[in-house]
């Protein structure tokens, strides 16, 4: 059974604290219009998945369901401890170690385009990967609609930063007034090199700049994962792939800095299992999934470090 409001169950639920916040969007929580339909290939598993995102109620956050599972609980409620790996992905389970891969980019898209609230049904152990960008997921959840519901939306305020690393790989976040970020990737191959991109994470630039941006992976890597039994769905139609100082694919790049706009989407999907939007600046360098979710466990793990916060209107705080 799903919890009404997943995020006052979490271990980190405190007091929320009512402020004034003009720099965010729309105050309320959101969900969807109406039922929206896709289906694809997983990127590992090869197998084709359909996927509906439907609207929810006020409160109850993102959960998936494995509608493929009838036998136990097959409900996900979102989460930083729901997250199980994040090694190639990241993948969430729950009580019933019932499992799901490969939602970053949705959560992504849901994150960026205010969702708060929504139950995705999956019949399958993945989420499709489309054609590797969060664009096909902007563009379902644009057809299903959007819908303001009258309850004042959380937000993450980071009050300290949090800092971890992996060897030369860091991340951290920070205080800052609206939600900001860094990321800079380095690759010994010239065709990606060094690249930086600083930007404020909101709907308008994750459209412009971030939604389109592509998973990428080298040649030699791709086949060492199916001998693995992994990357089963992955093709030029989804992946940019480099084979030494060339790219493989007919078309190029899709924009400047591709490589580093997808891993800031990535990162984007992974800090949203926290359930909330981020007032805050996080910056990473050389991170993965695997790191981001390192990441929110630490933020987790230091109850002084933020603050869940809703935005009430002027008019309702005048007085």
């Given at each position: 059974m799903v919890k009404e409001d997943h995020l006052a169950q979490s271990a980190w639920t405190r007091d929320i604290v009512s402020i004034r916040v003009t720099v965010l969007n729309d105050p309320y929580e959101q969900t969807t219009m109406a039922p929206a339909i896709c289906a694809g290939v997983g990127v590992h598993t090869g197998r084709r998945v359909r996927l509906v995102v439907r609207p929810a109620a006020a409160g109850q956050g993102i959960v998936f369901v494995r509608t493929d599972i009838t036998d136990r609980d097959n409900r996900i409620p979102v989460s930083g401890e729901a997250v199980i790996d994040a090694r190639l992905?990241?993948?969430i389970a729950n009580g019933d170690d019932v499992r799901l891969s490969t939602i970053e980019h949705l959560m992504a898209a849901l994150s960026a385009m205010n969702i708060s609230n929504a139950v995705i049904e999956v019949d399958g152990p993945e989420l499709p990967i489309l054609d590797g960008s969060a664009l096909p997921f902007v563009q379902l959840l644009d057809r299903a609609g959007f819908r303001r519901q009258e309850q004042p939306r959380r937000y993450i305020e980071i009050l300290k930063t949090v800092h971890v690393e992996e060897g030369d790989k860091h991340a951290a976040l920070m205080p800052c007034d609206r939600f900001e970020m860094r990321?800079?990737?380095?690759?010994?191959?010239?065709?990606?090199g060094n690249q930086v991109i600083d930007f404020v994470v909101d709907e308008k630039t994750f459209r412009s700049e971030i939604m389109s941006a592509r998973t990428f992976g080298f040649a030699h890597e791709v086949e060492?994962?199916?001998?693995?039994?992994l990357a089963r769905g992955g093709?030029?139609?989804n992946a940019v792939v480099i084979d030494g100082d060339e790219i493989?694919?007919?078309?190029?790049?899709?924009?400047e800095r591709e490589f580093v706009r997808h891993k800031a989407l990535d990162a984007i999907g992974d800090l949203y299992v926290l359930g909330a939007p981020l007032m805050g600046r996080?910056?990473?360098y050389k991170a993965g999934h695997q790191l981001?979710?390192?990441l929110v466990r630490a933020l987790l793990a230091q109850p002084d470090a933020y603050r869940v916060v809703t935005r009430v209107p002027d008019m309702a705080m005048a007085g």
């Open positions: 992905n990241t993948m990321f800079e990737i380095d690759f010994p191959t010239p065709v990606i060492a994962l199916r001998q693995a039994g093709s030029l139609e493989l694919n007919p078309g190029g790049l899709r924009m996080y910056e990473g981001n979710n390192k």
